[in-house]
Nanobody, 123 residues
Framework: QVQLVESGGGLVQAGGSLRLSCVAS????????MAWFRQAPGKEREFVAA????????YYADSVKGRFTISRANAKNTVSLQMNSLKPEDTAVYYC????????????????WGQGTQVTVSS
């Protein structure tokens, strides 16, 4: 079965950095657009970043543009999210997602979700 397993979350001070990784199994990774979403307590899940399956084009939410970088390594079935200049408002559970059709990323309905990893940024 398909699994997306995130790692790299933790507690960091404001201004610090974290790198999240998501390893996929059970699917042909190169055929999927990959994305990161996040959900803070009491808030709806929101899009963070995505990387397309063929061109490797990247897309970011305005709130993270210039601070976060998404990348993928097809040979390792891995998508990563480098997060710099972290702010307390970045505190959330971060979810990895995979979709064959990019419209499913935009529509918050990817084919697969990971279980999430907690990121906490202290002020």
């Amino acid at each position: 079965q398909v699994q997306l397993v995130e790692s790299g979350g933790g507690l960091v001070q404001a201004g610090g950095s974290l790198r999240l990784s998501c390893v996929a199994s059970g699917l042909t990774f190169s055929r999927y657009h990959m994305a990161w979403f996040r959900q803070a307590p009491g808030k709806e899940r929101e899009f963070v970043a995505a990387v397309s399956r063929i061109t490797g084009n990247t897309y970011y939410a305005d709130s993270v543009k210039g601070r976060f970088t998404i990348s993928r390594a097809n040979a390792k079935n891995t998508v990563s999210l480098q997060m710099n200049s972290l702010k307390p408002e970045d505190t959330a559970v971060y979810y990895c997602a995979a979709a064959r059709d990019y419209s499913n990323i935009s529509g918050f309905e990817p084919d697969y979700w990971g279980q999430g990893t907690q990121v906490t940024v202290s002020s």
